[in-house]
């Protein structure tokens, strides 16, 4: 059985579906670490962690921002149930800067561990955000 060319590529959240393309490459940030996946990947189900999601396809390369969820891989589709997506041309960086500054204030104030760990996942949601709108910025210089 000869491999498939590509990859389907579905990312939905509860409250839209992201994308759906055919692509050559995606990039996951699983929960025990970032794993590629090629057309033929042998098939599993990873959980998701907070982090950036890439894709290319035609040799251009796209970025996501994820958070939680789960990726299913098959050998011809990925498909990603995340709790949280964007594109990277749609985040708004203002938003995001000020989440950090939030998330670094409840850290500053000597947190309580359930605090804690809600602070250290808004910042890790904010750093990949404005990691990823940065990306997407750099990109589309000439």
Not at 9 to 34: C, F, K, N, S, W
Not at 37 to 46: D, K, N, R
Request: glycine residues 4%; proline residues 6%.
């Amino acid at each position: 059985m000869p491999l498939p060319a590509h990859l389907t590529l579905e990312i939905v959240t509860p409250d839209r579906a992201i994308a759906h393309d055919q692509v050559d490459e995606v990039e996951i940030p699983g929960a025990d670490g970032y794993f590629g996946v090629l057309p033929g990947h042998t098939p599993l189900l990873a959980s998701l962690q907070v982090g950036e999601l890439w894709y290319r396809k035609a040799g251009e390369t796209f970025y996501l921002s994820i958070a939680f969820g789960f990726a299913e891989v098959l050998p011809d589709r990925v498909t990603i149930l995340a709790q949280m997506a964007e594109r990277a041309d749609e985040i708004d960086i203002s938003r995001a800067e000020e989440e950090k500054r939030r998330a670094e204030a409840q850290l500053a104030r000597r947190p309580s561990d359930a605090e804690l760990e809600t602070a250290r996942i808004s910042m890790l949601k904010a750093l990949v955000r404005l990691r990823v709108a940065t990306r997407a910025r750099t990109r589309s210089r000439p």
